[in-house]
């Protein structure tokens, strides 16, 4: 069964944009390779460079850190897009993990050399 599109009451118009956005990426980038990409147990690199070069993992990093500087909501809103389209394993959540806890206990010298490449996927937050 598919999802409906959320109609939270704290959606707003910048949440509905990213919203159809990542949808958007995700039917062209991540539904076409899910089945291939579940049997090999591999995600291609590529993917986390077009993902982070579509704003989905620096969503909640600051824009002095490589990110877009929105709230959590917009990693939810990623969530619940990858949950429309039938995956759960592509490593966005722990991505997602990893970043909060960078940005609320790094220091600003080690946010400065690890957000960056966490939210333009030139590394990954896996394994």
């Not at 939270?8 to 958007?24: I, K, P, Q």
């Not at 993902?51 to 990110?67: S, W």
């Not at 394993?89 to 960078?102: E, M």
Request: charged share 20%; net charge negative.
């Amino acid at each position: 069964m598919a999802l409906a599109t959320p109609t939270a009451t704290w959606f707003n118009d910048d949440h509905r944009l990213y919203a159809d956005s990542v949808g958007r990426f995700f039917a062209d980038h991540l539904v076409p390779n899910i089945e291939r990409w579940n049997e090999e147990e591999i995600v291609e690199r590529n993917f986390w460079h077009q993902a982070g070069a579509a704003g989905i993992l620096g969503a909640t990093i600051p824009q002095t850190h490589g990110g877009a500087g929105g709230g959590i909501a917009f990693d939810a809103i990623t969530a619940y897009e990858q949950a429309r389209c039938g995956d759960n394993g592509w490593g966005f959540g722990i991505q997602s993990i990893v970043i909060g806890y960078v940005q609320a206990y790094a220091t600003e010298e080690q946010k400065t050399r690890w957000l960056p490449q966490l939210a333009s996927g030139g590394k990954r937050s896996l394994h």
